[in-house]
C-alpha cells in the first residue's frame, strides 16, 4: 500500500503536528495547544526555530526572559484551563535545557500536562563535543537531558526523524489521560531537526482530543457505597481533581444531598464558594479549626482526587477516630489507593455521580451537619481578617485583607511558595472555580510571577493578582518584562519581610536560633536596602511602595486602571502569622544538640510523632 507523503523537517513536523491537535471547549473545537514558549540558542534556532515560524500564525510563540520561567508560565496555562488545554516549551541544549528541570519536576508533582522540547546533542556525534554538551566518561549515550527522565511522565531522545511520529503520538496520550497527566520532555537532536523525511500525511490530519472520564469498578463502587452508608461522621475533602474533572456542581449537589461536610486542599480551593454552609475551608497543616476538628472525629473520610499530601494530612496525625476509612476517589490509582484507603479508580465527576446514585436518600446524621455548621460559624469568628492593624509593620493576613477589599473574591489570586500559601489558604475567600491558583505541591519561589502570566494568557479577562515575597521576587522576576512586552497586565503584590520570613518562624518552632533567614541574622558587611518598586519599573511595570494597609488599598483602587502590569510592595512583619487553625506538621528536630531550646523542641517533636497513622 502506498502512502500519502509530505516532506518536512523533523522540526516541521513538530510545529506542524501541534497544530492539528484539537479539543472541544464549551461546545466549541479550539487548539488545544495554547503556544510554545521559546528562547532560541545554537540548540533550537536553525531547527525549531524556522518551523514555529513557519506557523506563527496557527500556534503562537512567546519569547521569556528565563526558561524556567516561561516553563511555569507554561504550565501555569494548563492548570488554570483545568488541564483541558496546554502547552510546550523549547528551549537549547546545555544550561537552557537544564533551567527547565524544576518545571519539569513542578509539572510532576502536580500532575500537569505541559510538553518541553529541549535541543539536545547530535545524534551523528560528529562535532562532538558540541558547545555546551554534558560528556559520560562510562556512557557515549548520556546528556545533559537525561536529568529530565525522573521527572516526566514520558521522556524520549529523538535521533532519526521518523521517531517523531510514535514519540508524539504517545505525548499526546500521556498529555491528555487524567490518570497519567504530567510533562512530557521530548529531547531533539540539533542536527536530526533539520533532517527532512517523507511524513505520512495521515499523521498530520486534525484529531480532537476529548477527556477521558474513568468509570468507578463495581466492586470497588459497593464497597465505597457500604464504608459511607456506615458512617456517622464522614467528610469530604476536596482536591484539584475535583477542578480539573469539573465536577464543582456535581460535589455541591453530592455535599448537600448526602449532607457531608467538604474540606479543601490548597489545589482543591474553590471547589464550593467559600460561604457555602458545608464549606469548612483549609484542611491539615494550614487548615481551618473547623475542618481539622472535623477531620479528627471523622469516620469516613472521601477524598477526591487529592494526592493527600503531608499538609492535607497532617503528615498522617489529623485524623484520629479509632477505625477510620479513607475512599480515595482518585483517577490515578497510586493515590487512590494510599495508606491502605478504599480505592474508587475513577474520574471525579463520574465517581460522584454514581455513588449517590447507589447512596439514594441516604444521608449523614442531622447533628453532624449541625456541628459542622457550629464549627463553620466559631472558626468564621477567630480568623476575621483584620482591617486597622495595630502592629508597625502589617502582617500577611492584613495584607490579604487589604488586597481582598480593593479587588473581591472575583479576582483570580496566583501564589506558591512562602508563609503566603499558608495564610491564604485559611483567609482567602474564592470565588468561581479556578479562581484561587496556589502552586503548592513542589511550592516552587519564584512560580509566581511566571505563573501568573501563564493564568492571564489562559483567562486574559480575568482581573489577575499575584501575591509573593520578597524571598521569591528575588528568585525570579524577569517574566514581569514579558508580561508587559505582551501586554498581559497583572496586578503584583510583593510582600518584603527582609527574608525568607515563613522558614525563619519554622526555624524558632523546632528550636532553632534566628540563622541566615532573615537578612538581618546572615554573614554580611552591609545589609541591602532593596528597592523593589525601581526594579520593576525598570521592566516597564508601573510600580508604587506604599507606606501602609490603607496605601495599599488605595494603590490596588489606582492600579486597577492602569493597563500594564502593576508591581506595589509593602514592607511586612516576617514574625507575625495566624494562629486560629492549623495542625502539627511533621519536620524532623535534631536527636541530640548542645542547646536546650533544640532539646526542647525534640521532646516535643517525639511526643507529637504518637499521634501519626502509619
Not at 546533542?121 to 546528556?143: I, K, W, Y
Not at 531533539?188 to 477527556?211: G, S, T
Not at 484561587?436 to 493564568?455: C, D, K, R
Request: aromatic share 6%; with cysteine.
Amino acid at each position: 500500500m502506498t502512502q500519502e507523503t509530505i516532506r518536512l523537517t523533523m522540526a516541521q513536523a513538530v510545529a506542524t503536528f501541534m497544530t492539528r491537535q484539537m479539543t472541544i471547549i464549551d461546545g466549541k473545537k479550539v487548539p488545544i495547544f495554547g503556544g510554545v514558549f521559546a528562547i532560541f540558542g545554537h540548540g533550537n534556532v536553525a531547527g525549531m526555530g524556522e518551523a514555529l515560524y513557519q506557523v506563527r500564525d496557527e500556534l503562537p510563540t512567546y519569547r521569556a526572559h528565563n526558561e524556567q520561567g516561561m516553563a511555569h508560565a507554561a504550565i501555569a496555562f494548563a492548570k488554570a484551563s483545568f488541564r483541558r488545554r496546554f502547552m510546550a516549551a523549547t528551549s537549547s541544549i546545555g544550561p537552557g535545557a537544564t533551567n527547565m528541570v524544576t518545571a519539569a519536576a513542578l509539572a510532576h508533582v502536580n500532575r500537569i500536562p505541559v510538553l518541553l522540547l529541549p535541543g539536545d546533542v547530535f545524534a551523528n556525534r560528529a562535532p562532538d563535543p558540541v558547545l555546551q554538551q554534558v560528556e559520560s566518561f562510562g556512557d557515549g549515550t548520556v546528556s545533559a537531558n537525561d536529568v529530565f527522565r525522573p521527572v516526566s511522565r514520558y521522556f524520549d531522545r529523538i535521533t532519526r526523524p521518523e521517531q517523531i511520529i510514535s514519540a508524539l503520538s504517545r505525548a499526546m496520550q500521556v498529555l491528555t489521560d487524567p490518570a497519567e497527566c504530567g510533562p512530557v520532555t521530548l529531547a531533539l537532536c540539533q542536527d536530526v531537526q533539520a533532517e527532512a523525511y517523507d511524513y505520512p500525511v495521515e499523521f498530520l490530519e486534525e484529531r480532537v482530543w476529548i477527556p477521558r472520564r474513568p468509570q468507578p469498578d463495581a466492586t470497588e463502587l459497593e464497597t465505597a457505597v457500604a464504608a459511607l452508608k456506615a458512617a456517622k461522621k464522614p467528610v469530604i475533602i476536596a482536591g484539584g481533581g475535583v477542578l480539573y474533572s469539573e465536577a464543582t456542581a456535581t460535589l455541591r449537589a453530592f455535599a448537600e444531598t448526602h449532607g457531608i461536610p467538604v474540606m479543601e486542599t490548597n489545589s482543591g480551593k474553590s471547589s464550593l464558594p467559600h460561604d457555602h454552609a458545608l464549606n469548612m475551608g483549609s484542611v491539615g497543616v494550614t487548615g481551618s479549626s473547623a475542618s481539622n476538628l472535623l477531620a479528627e472525629q471523622a469516620d469516613v473520610v472521601l477524598a477526591v482526587g487529592s494526592r493527600l499530601q503531608d499538609f492535607t494530612t497532617g503528615s498522617w496525625a489529623l485524623f484520629k477516630a479509632e477505625g477510620v476509612k479513607i475512599i480515595g476517589l482518585n483517577a490515578q490509582l497510586f493515590d487512590a489507593g494510599k495508606h491502605r484507603g478504599l480505592p474508587l479508580v475513577a474520574d471525579a465527576k463520574v465517581g460522584l455521580e454514581a455513588l449517590t446514585a447507589r447512596l439514594g436518600g441516604w444521608a449523614s446524621p442531622a447533628s453532624w451537619v449541625a456541628a459542622a455548621k457550629a464549627a463553620k460559624s466559631d472558626w468564621l469568628g477567630a480568623a476575621k481578617l483584620v482591617t486597622d492593624p495595630t502592629n508597625a509593620l502589617p502582617s500577611d493576613a492584613q495584607v490579604i485583607g487589604a488586597v481582598h477589599r480593593a479587588r473581591g473574591s472575583g479576582a483570580t489570586l496566583v501564589c506558591a511558595s512562602g508563609g503566603l500559601p499558608g495564610e491564604l489558604h485559611k483567609l482567602w475567600p474564592a470565588g468561581a472555580p479556578g479562581s484561587y491558583h496556589m502552586e503548592y505541591g513542589f511550592s516552587t519561589m519564584g512560580y509566581e510571577i511566571a505563573g501568573g502570566l501563564g493564568v492571564k494568557l489562559a483567562k486574559p479577562d480575568d482581573d489577575v493578582i499575584v501575591m509573593l515575597g520578597d524571598g521569591s521576587y528575588m528568585m525570579m522576576n524577569s517574566e514581569i518584562a514579558t508580561s508587559v512586552m505582551l501586554g498581559k497586565k497583572l496586578t503584583i503584590v510583593v510582600l518584603d519581610n527582609r527574608g525568607f520570613g515563613c522558614i525563619n518562624r519554622l526555624q524558632m518552632a523546632t528550636g532553632g536560633a534566628n540563622f541566615n533567614n532573615l537578612l538581618k541574622d546572615t554573614r554580611h558587611e552591609v545589609l541591602p536596602e532593596i528597592d523593589f518598586a525601581m526594579h520593576a519599573a525598570a521592566m516597564g511595570a508601573w510600580t508604587k511602595k506604599v507606606g501602609s494597609v490603607g496605601e495599599l488599598e488605595t494603590a490596588l483602587a489606582e492600579a486597577a486602571g492602569i493597563e500594564r502590569t502593576t508591581v506595589l510592595v509593602i514592607d511586612t512583619d516576617p514574625l507575625i502569622s495566624t494562629d486560629a487553625g492549623g495542625h502539627w506538621w511533621d519536620v524532623a528536630v535534631p536527636e541530640v544538640s548542645v542547646r536546650p531550646s533544640v532539646n526542647k523542641a525534640r521532646a516535643e517533636y517525639v511526643d507529637a510523632l504518637k499521634g501519626q497513622r502509619h
